[in-house]
């Protein structure tokens, strides 16, 4: 049996959701307001009722590469 679903019964969210979750992040990036972790964490709170670990986050973006989190940076004055 494949690891994904013999640990499917520990996941916070099931497929769907986390599916869900996914199409809304990657829409979020296409209008221009990526999610932070915190603001992810916060959605996934809304949808299940359940508080996070501390290192839920970083296990979602291993199981979804797809996903990047990277930092703001200033605008460069020369590209504006």
Known sequence: MHKKKVNEHQQIL??????????WIDYQATIAKPLDRDSIRSLVF???SIIL???WIYQFEQRHPEICASRPRNLDPKCT
Do not use: Y
């Not at 099931?14 to 199409?23: N, S």
């Open 14 to 23: 099931f497929q769907q959701q986390e599916a869900t979750l996914l199409d």
């Open 46 to 48: 809304d949808i299940s």
């Open 53 to 55: 670990g501390l290192n």
